[in-house]
């Protein structure tokens, strides 16, 4: 359900929670670790430093490391800047009167659904995926 643009960056971030606190990653070396062009994700880090999951910093001993714990990153604080899936809480159909009081025929199971997959990316965090070593996360 993540775009693969998210599942590089949720590698990235992973492996820096990996890593002793404040220490910085090389975009190259995120790469390899994620499995993703070097010029891509090195443009996709810099717009979650924007985003304030990250912090960058140019030069020797530079690179990439998050902004806060692992454990204070969500799964939505990664994804949303991505994929925006805030944009998710609109009408499934794309209908603008669409609500409980006038539901479009999918309304209550895509709300349902829907607000169970956001509740798992704002409730899994960087520390939960990094914690789990034994299963590469894996693109379809």
């Not at 939960?128 to 693109?139: N, Q």
């Given at each position: 359900?993540?775009?693969?643009t998210a599942i590089h960056a949720v590698r990235a971030l992973s492996y820096l929670a990996t890593l002793p606190a404040g220490t910085f990653a090389g975009a190259g070396e995120l790469a390899d670790r994620a499995d993703a062009p070097r010029n891509y994700?090195?443009?996709?880090?810099?717009?979650?430093?924007v985003a304030g999951?990250?912090?960058?910093?140019?030069?020797?001993?530079?690179?990439?490391r998050l902004a806060r714990a692992a454990r204070e990153i969500s799964l939505y604080d990664v994804v949303?800047?991505?994929?925006?899936?805030?944009?998710?809480?609109?009408?499934?159909?794309?209908r603008s009167t669409c609500s409980d009081d006038q539901p479009c025929s999918v309304h209550r199971n895509?709300?349902?659904l829907r607000d169970r997959y956001l509740d798992f990316l704002a409730d899994t965090t960087i520390a939960?995926?990094?914690?789990?070593?034994?299963?590469?996360?894996?693109?379809?």
């Open positions: 359900m993540l775009s693969r994700l090195g443009k996709l880090l810099q717009g979650l430093a999951v990250l912090e960058s910093r140019k030069g020797a001993g530079g690179g990439f949303e800047p991505i994929d925006r899936v805030s944009a998710w809480r609109r009408c499934f159909l794309g895509w709300g349902d939960d995926i990094a914690g789990d070593h034994s299963a590469p996360i894996e693109l379809a």
